[in-house]
């Protein structure tokens, strides 16, 4: 007997990984090397990249459209009715809203679409707040990726509670501690200092990073031998200010590395003396997972899910505090012993964090779905 197929949207996985293409690529990576299920990847363009779906063992299809939200409201429901699907997977939180005959699950990272539009072009929300409810209305089962993702869900949302599964996000293995000589080549190699601070993500107002840049001006101000600060991610949305209040810093000792491939990314991490995340909110929070699985000492705001995510494997500030975030940080720098305790602490947390146990649970959920049997809408 054949296994079933499984369409997944691949839009957010075609083209330089942020955060819902990293998780979608490292999902469907892990299904596709399951044996019960057989992966199709679907998407209105073709792959920047297209040797992982091979390696990965997904076929692919593509369905040549000018807007992915056109295909995914238009396109994709005519493809999800010429029979050769069993189900459909959208990581992507939204669902074609026309009804489909089969069964639908979507992916819910977080809802600050809603809570925090202001941050979020306009582009994002058009694609996201007309096209929820009605997307969880149809979910059979509505995935969240943390407990605070899902409590979001239950308040903002009350008809989906009973549809919810918490599937949390996992961490690639190569995020790992690094041996002190690779640590030291590498510094020697960048013409790097002893130890830096270090910010992964995207440089936009949802993430704070104004005030990762007020703490560390707060420590220059006030230490003689200040660390510098290296941030790594491309520009976002209202980066503009952020952009010129940078490039005023590089003097003082600020790197702006931009987007990094994932080895690099890895090599920055695992160099750091801290990880910082100032966030003002995360519906799960993957970098800070991804420096403790480094064994990096790791400060973020007690936003959202990270309080969830770091949970005692780090120091928790307000995202509105910049002197507390400074002094969490210079805790860590004048106190060696307890950044090696957060930094075992962080690895045995971020231990628990695994695609391949995600994937295993998802393709839990897709079979006892098609077990019980009936449509999607």
């Known amino acids: 007997m054949n296994p079933p197929t499984i369409a997944v949207d691949l839009r957010a996985a075609l083209g330089t990984l942020t955060g819902i293409g990293v998780y979608t690529r490292a999902l469907a990576t892990e299904l596709g090397q399951r044996s019960r299920i057989r992966i199709l990847g679907v998407a209105h363009r073709a792959p920047d990249d297209p040797g992982w779906l091979a390696e990965a063992g997904i076929e ?17 429901p005519r493809r999800l009715r010429r029979g050769d699907i069993d189900l459909f997977w959208s990581p992507l939180q939204t669902l074609p809203v026309l009804p489909a005959p089969v ?95 270090f910010y992964a993500g995207t440089l936009e107002p949802r993430k704070n990073v104004a005030l990762l840049l007020d703490a560390w001006e707060i420590l220059r101000a006030e230490e003689e031998h200040p660390l510098p600060l290296v941030l790594a991610g491309p520009y976002g949305w209202k980066s503009r200010r952020l952009a010129r209040r940078l490039e005023e810093l590089r003097p ?56 969830e995510v770091v949970d005692g494997a780090g120091i928790l500030v307000s995202p509105e505090d910049s002197r507390a975030l400074a002094e969490a940080i210079r805790r860590i720098l004048d106190e060696p012993e307890l950044g090696r305790d957060l930094g075992r602490r962080g690895r045995e947390r971020a231990a628990r964090f695994r695609w391949d146990r995600s994937a295993a649970r998802l393709e839990e959920l897709f079979l006892s779905i098609l077990e019980n049997g009936g449509p999607g809408s």
């Open 60 to 76: 692919w299809e593509e369905q040549s459209t000018p807007s992915g939200v056109l295909w995914q409201q238009l396109v994709l």
């Open 252 to 307: 003082e000792g600020l790197r702006v590395l931009g987007h990094l491939p994932r080895e690099d990314l890895i090599r920055w991490m695992q160099a750091a003396r801290v990880f910082v995340y100032p966030s003002l909110y995360e519906g799960f929070g993957l970098p800070a997972a991804e420096a403790m699985a480094c064994g990096v000492p790791v400060v973020a705001t007690d936003a959202g899910s990270l309080p």
């Open 103 to 197: 069964p639908l699950v979507t992916t819910v990272h977080d809802l600050t679409a809603l809570l925090l539009p202001e941050t979020h072009r306009l582009k994002v929300r058009w694609s996201q707040i007309p096209f929820l409810k009605k997307s969880l209305d149809r979910a059979r089962r509505i995935v969240a990726v943390s407990e605070a993702t899902a409590e979001d869900l239950r308040r903002v949302f009350p008809d989906s509670r009973d549809r919810i599964r918490v599937v949390p996000n996992g961490v690639d293995p190569a995020f790992r501690p690094a041996a002190p000589e690779e640590i030291e080549g590498f510094r020697k190699d960048r013409d790097l200092p002893e130890g830096y601070l």
